[in-house]
T-cell receptor, first 109, second 117 residues
């Protein structure tokens, strides 16, 4: 079956760096998305990776290893507003999105 | 107007009621989606519409009935729901159903929080 694994919850300190991991098992692979969802709000797009490597976008970076079925989202210089859930979703061979259950990130002062 | 708007934001209904959720997108997209989001579970795709035609129905119970009168509007009609249907219902849109383009992301509404008593 198809599956996405990511930690349920993580805690980090304001100003620090945190890495949220995501492993996937899908029938075929056509890329991986990361979304951010603040409590009570809409999920919003953060990144899309289809090639191996690291893509940086400001304080946020996303990494993909297709051979390992692995991705991570790296958040630097954490701010209180980064407290949110982070959703990982892989695209399978039928261009269906396979979602993880999300990682709730708690930022402490 | 924000990209994707959902109403109502909160809904409480009894098991015998009939209600509807509404979604409107102002992005000129061709595809619209209904997702169910339950606590600590992955998003569950319910329905997909492309150019107002339903292209996917993931074995959703018939007590959920979608309607897409045009490419900007999507409804989810609810009747005789069960308590386990309580969840956040998210509407989303994308340029097309494949969605895997250079950006290819989904644009979500803020959701309708449904409680079934």
């Amino acid at each position: 079956g198809q599956n996405i694994d990511q930690p349920t919850e993580m805690t980090a300190t304001e100003g620090a760096i945190v890495q949220i991991n995501c492993t996937y098992q899908t029938s075929g692979f056509n890329g991986l998305f990361w979304y951010q969802q603040h409590a009570g709000e809409a999920p919003t797009f953060l990144s899309y990776n289809v090639l191996d490597g690291l893509e940086e976008k400001g304080r946020f970076s996303s990494f993909l290893s297709r051979s390992k079925g692995y991705s991570y989202l790296l958040l630097k210089e954490l701010q209180m507003k980064d407290s949110a859930s982070y959703l990982c979703a892989a695209v399978d061979s039928n261009y269906q999105l396979i979602w993880g259950a999300g990682t709730k990130l708690i930022i402490k002062p | 107007e924000t990209g994707v708007t959902q109403t109502p934001r909160h809904l409480v209904m009894g098991m015998t009621n009939k209600k509807s959720l509404k979604c409107e997108q102002h992005l000129g997209h061709n595809a619209m989606y209904w997702y169910k989001q339950s606590a600590k579970k992955p998003l569950e795709l319910m329905f997909v519409y492309s150019l107002e035609e339903r292209v996917e129905n993931n074995s959703v119970p018939s007590r959920f009935s979608p309607e897409c009168p045009n490419s900007s509007h999507l409804f989810l009609h609810l009747h005789t729901l069960q308590p386990e249907d309580s969840a956040l219902y998210l509407c989303a849109s994308s340029q097309d159903t494949r969605g895997v383009e250079v950006t290819g992301e989904l644009f979500f509404g803020e959701g309708s929080r449904l409680t079934v008593l």
